[in-house]
């Protein structure tokens, strides 16, 4: 009988050698240093490299430097990219299903938002990232609750028919705007200010955090408060990397990653009103708006997702639980 042990000891070493093998990884994202989802990066960077003994190192790329989230989404295909945090952007226009988080008012605040993304309803749409996107989703982080700031007076929706309005590049945005009246101008965070400053756009869509740390309220000073969408992002690791690390490292970045992008959630959850009463301290005129003016634009909204994403009736269920408890 051949005797397989020496075969076995040899291959578990060279897999455990595999396992120690130092790896130097690069994180990709569009936000500024100051941003929240920038400072979770660095933090994941450190605590990768310490618990992995120095073995493994993180070098985390802010403000688009290694292009913008498409050419992202490529590195990371080919693996030249090993690791990103990524607005939802280039999942949803690969994978449907994810525009459904984009459903406007399918939560009313922050902390729905918190609780909806942390469900098994959207956990498991995750799932859909290495076949159709070929990168691993480790978990959800998000920014804050979707308002307008405008370089005119808004008091409603109805004031933005029109208008050029920024809106972050992708398709569930520029549906709503679309339906709003508006002219939805696809323009990435980092080319904001400057479009604001020279009249390139007449409004934006933002969240009160990158409005207050990216001072675009020094630009525009009409804010609409309408918290009309939330703002998922997903941390993601490539398919072709993580196919070629071991178990033990997996688990490792899994754990450290997903706790750094959950930290993400609850900062915005605990910052968001205090920010708001911010934004409301400065000399900005503020505007509210809810649900109810924006019923038309959510018919129309849905009229289109309703086909183009099967997951909106499981996400809307999910919600009503969320919003129930
Ligand atoms: C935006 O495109 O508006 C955005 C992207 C990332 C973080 C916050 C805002």
Do not use: C
């Not at 196919?243 to 899994?254: H, T, Y």
């Amino acid at each position: 009988m051949i005797d397989f042990k020496p075969l076995l000891l040899a291959t578990s070493l060279a897999l455990s050698a595999v396992s120690a093998q130092a790896q130097e990884f690069r994180l990709g994202l569009i936000t500024p240093p100051p941003h929240i989802w920038t400072q979770a990066a660095n933090d994941f960077a450190k605590e990768l490299n310490e618990k992995s003994a120095g073995e493994h190192s993180v070098s985390v790329f802010p403000a688009q430097q290694l292009g913008n989230e498409a050419q992202m989404v490529q590195q990371l295909q080919t693996g030249a990219l090993d690791m990103a945090f990524l607005t939802l952007a280039e999942m949803s226009n690969r994978v449907p299903d994810f525009g459904a988080l984009y459903a406007p008012y399918l939560v009313d605040d922050i902390d729905q938002a918190a609780a909806l993304l942390r469900s098994e309803t959207a956990t498991s749409l995750l799932d859909q990232l290495p076949g159709g996107v070929g990168v691993v989703g480790i978990g959800y982080g998000m920014a804050g609750m979707r308002q307008v700031l405008s370089r005119d007076a808004v008091t409603g929706p109805a004031d933005l028919a029109g208008k050029k309005l920024r809106i972050t590049p992708f398709e569930p945005i520029r549906d709503f705007y679309t339906a709003v009246g508006a002219a939805p101008t696809p323009l990435p965070l980092p080319g904001v200010y400057d479009a604001l400053a020279n009249g390139q756009v007449d409004a934006i869509d933002m969240d009160f955090d990158s409005i207050l740390i990216l001072k675009f309220y020094e630009r525009a000073n009409n804010l609409m408060i309408s918290n009309h969408m939330m703002f998922p992002m997903v941390g993601v690791v490539s398919g072709r990397v993580w196919r070629g690390l071991s178990d033990e490292d997996r688990a490792l970045i899994q754990t450290t990653m997903k706790a750094h992008l959950d930290s993400v959630i609850d900062r915005f959850q605990a910052q968001e009103k205090d920010q708001e009463q911010q934004l409301r301290q400065l000399d900005i005129t503020i505007s509210e708006a809810g649900r109810d003016e924006f019923t038309d634009v959510i018919a129309n909204w849905e009229a289109i997702w309703s086909e183009k994403a099967s997951s909106l009736q499981d996400l809307r269920k999910a919600a009503a639980q969320v919003k129930g408890s």
